[in-house]
């Protein structure tokens, strides 16, 4: 499996369950990534994208995305898009 660094964690708003992620790779809706800090692994299947509430299927690097996870993720953690080889 490869793994590549796309982007760092911004705020997480934990009611919700959403995670504002400041992009430095592509992302798009169907991707697996990784959500990796000092308290934090997670994987899983992005199943949709947010830019300023409104729904899309592709993000690009700069853009600041909302993502609904699974658990908690903390401002700060790395987020890697996963590749099988």
């Not at 509430?53 to 401002?75: F, S, T, Y």
């Amino acid at each position: 499996m490869e793994r590549e660094e796309i982007g760092r964690v911004e705020h997480f708003y934990s009611k919700i369950s959403v995670a504002i992620i400041g992009l430095e790779g592509e992302l798009k809706v169907g991707d697996r990534i990784a959500v990796v800090g000092p308290k934090t692994d997670l994987v899983q299947v992005v199943k949709s994208l947010q830019v300023e509430h409104q729904n899309i299927e592709a993000a690009k690097p700069g853009d600041l995305v909302g993502l609904k996870v699974k658990e908690k993720v903390r401002e700060g953690d790395r987020v890697f898009k996963l590749n099988e080889k």
